[in-house]
């Protein structure tokens, strides 16, 4: 079983003190691949650091979280993403996109450094990361207006249902992220999912957060996309080979691997 983890945090300091193990553990699981969104400079060289550490298995995005768009630094923050963009190799532009869970006063900068990023990623022929975060209406109003032929990406940590699984697929060349909350009992996920053709979609863990049942309150690892394809296997009535496979090719083609 060959798998890609599109979304973990490895260079949070949650994994400060086994970094390697937890790599190793999911390269050993058959999570081959684990893609890295960024969130601000803070993290850039750490992340890139881990990316160099393990060049095989670990690649770097390039990004500015919506939760770290601040008046005082957005410019700078903003600028770096496009400097950086200009001189490393990442796979995408993410993680952009919008949060209104943890603060509505910045929606305007928020839209603001979302639109920026994606006319960066046309521009360096990326795909985009999206969080949206309570504001899936919000960001996809966006990207349905800036849509053309040099967009695609995914919508990171979908939970929507199948009115908003399918205004995803509309675009096109887009793509939906599906993580622990797959796995979460009352979480109704499966059932969108299972409405929903296994070619639109890429597993994810967003690695430290979100872990999947039965370890839901410990730290999440990206071995633990296992027990994500295991749900989407029975989901869809395929076996988890099946779902590696097709996963993978989603990845793939949509990363440019």
């Known amino acids: 079983m060959n ?19 937890v790599i190793n553990n999911a390269i050993q699981s058959g999570v081959l691949k684990m ?6 400079s803070e993290y850039t060289n750490s992340m890139l650091e881990l990316c160099k550490k393990f060049p095989e298995n670990c690649f ?13 630094s957005m410019e700078k923050e903003l600028l770096h993403v496009e400097e950086m963009l200009q001189k490393e190799k990442f796979i995408a532009v993410g993680e952009i996109g919008l949060d209104l869970y943890w603060d509505k006063s910045t929606l305007d900068i928020q839209k603001e450094s979302f639109r920026f990023q994606i006319e960066l990623a046309k521009k360096y022929k ?3 990361v999206i969080h949206v975060r309570d504001s899936f209406s919000e960001a996809i109003e966006i990207v349905e207006e800036l849509n ?33 909350v797959l796995t979460f009992k009352n979480s109704g996920l499966d059932k969108t999912i299972s409405q929903i053709d296994i ?14 049942s039965p370890y839901r309150g410990k730290r999440n690892e990206s071995k633990y996309i296992v027990n994500i394809a295991e ?18 090719k989603n990845a793939r083609n949509l990363f440019k691997l």
Not at 232 to 240: D, R
């Open 3 to 21: 798998f890609i983890d599109t979304h973990t945090h490895l260079y949070s300091n949650k994994f400060t003190n086994d970094r390697n193990d």
């Open 126 to 128: 990326l795909p985009i």
């Open 148 to 180: 053309d032929e040099n967009l695609s990406g995914v919508f990171h940590c979908f939970t929507g249902d199948n009115e908003q699984a399918n205004r995803v697929i509309d675009l096109q060349n887009f793509f939906l992220g599906i993580g622990g």
């Open 35 to 40: 893609f890295l969104p960024n969130i601000s």
């Open 231 to 248: 749900k989407l296997a029975e989901i869809k009535g395929i076996s988890i080979n099946e779902v590696g496979e097709l996963t993978t």
């Open 199 to 212: 070619k639109h979609l890429l597993l994810e863990t967003d690695a430290p957060y979100l872990t999947p």
């Open 60 to 72: 770097p995005m390039m990004g500015l979280h919506p939760c770290d768009v601040k008046i005082q």
